[in-house]
């Protein structure tokens, strides 16, 4: 089976699929928007990278968003970083499941962000945010 999380591609072969420059990449990592698996001086992006690159894009090129505001709206996210994300669900979906319909999920175009069903899945209460610095304010809304 394919691990979405598993580093494949190199920043010139993402660039090319966003059709962005390797520089771009390279500054939204500096900003702590995506952090790519290293080998050495070497990134890798995984499947999971490139959907949070495309996310990204979105943001910027069609919301208006600058760097600063993606930072913010992401810190919002509490799976951005997390491995193995299951993704939202469509709003019109028959499920038992409550969705956030004005949080786009990341992951999965056109769906939304699951409803935390317990303080276990909030954000301040993951490992991650409790070893993160920067992380201040970050909340599940």
Request: charged content about 25%; overall charge positive; hydrophobic content about 35%.
């Amino acid at each position: 089976m394919f691990d979405e999380d598993q580093g494949l591609y190199t920043i010139g072969t993402v660039a090319e699929l966003l059709q962005e420059h390797p520089e771009t990449l390279r500054v939204w990592e500096r900003n702590d928007l995506i952090r790519p698996d290293r080998t050495g001086y070497q990134r890798k992006y995984s499947g999971n990278d490139v959907k949070r690159l495309k996310f990204i894009q979105y943001l910027m090129h069609q919301k208006g968003l600058n760097i600063a505001g993606v930072k913010h709206l992401t810190a919002m996210y509490s799976c951005w970083y997390k491995r193995n994300c299951k993704g939202g669900a469509g709003a019109n979906q028959n499920s038992l499941v409550s969705v956030n319909e004005a949080k786009e999920c990341w992951k999965i175009e056109g769906t939304f962000c699951l409803v935390a069903s317990d303080k276990a899945e909030m954000c301040n209460a993951c490992e991650m945010f409790k070893n993160c610095t920067g992380c201040a304010g970050c909340y599940l809304g």
